[in-house]
């Protein structure tokens, strides 16, 4: 009798495959493939929910906006092009501008941080978990500590928790222009970092 050693799946393969499968299912959306678009809703739903989520900080709004999320998907999809950018920042570009413009019909001012908001009901890990390859998310976090300080906070401030430049430059105490300014510069040398 031979006995036979499977030697275990490459790790590092994983993340690749799981963001081909969502690119896959994205580009196969923007040709109106609804069964494409089921994938994709079943492969990114926690994530964005979770972004509409934090950023209007009721389930049922979180609900409304995920909705308007999707139909904004199924509309532009075919616009999506792979090689500019990743699918989950794509996707989640659209969830955090839809919850933001939600957050600004409200009129609603967020003043706590995000770690002050309540947990998400699902416990289960997030898909974007398994996709996130741990290198690209080294070399971002590399990136944005080589940013200055004021432009570092405004970009995470703005783009994790959903701040409006109009808040950052009120909190800052600095006028609107200079806000924008700052994070314009810092994302201008973050993608020169991210692309060198």
């Not at 839809?98 to 002050?116: F, G, L, M, T």
Request: hydrophobic letters at 45%; aromatic letters at 6%; one cysteine or more.
């Amino acid at each position: 009798m031979v006995a036979v050693t499977l030697s275990p799946p490459d790790a590092a393969a994983a993340p690749d495959a799981a963001r081909a499968r969502l690119v896959e299912a994205l580009v196969r959306t923007g040709e109106e493939d609804r069964t494409a678009f089921r994938d994709l809703y079943t492969l990114t739903s926690s994530k964005l929910f979770g972004i509409c989520y934090r950023i209007c900080g009721e389930r049922q709004a979180a609900e409304d906006v995920l909705h308007d999320v999707y139909l904004t998907i199924w509309k532009r999809a075919g616009a999506y092009e792979p090689s500019r950018a990743s699918p989950i920042t794509w996707l989640a570009t659209i969830a955090r501008n839809r919850a933001i413009d939600w957050q600004r019909a409200q009129k609603v001012r967020r003043a706590a941080p995000i770690e002050d908001a309540p947990e998400i009901p699902d416990a289960a890990p997030l898909i974007s978990e398994t996709m996130l390859d741990d290198e690209a998310a080294h070399l971002l976090h590399g990136c944005l500590d080589r940013l200055e300080d004021r432009q570092r906070s405004a970009i995470r401030t703005a783009f994790f928790d959903g701040v409006t430049y109009a808040e950052l430059a009120e909190r800052q105490a600095v006028p609107l222009g200079t806000m924008k300014s700052w994070v314009r510069r810092g994302l201008a040398k973050l993608k020169e970092c991210l692309d060198a």
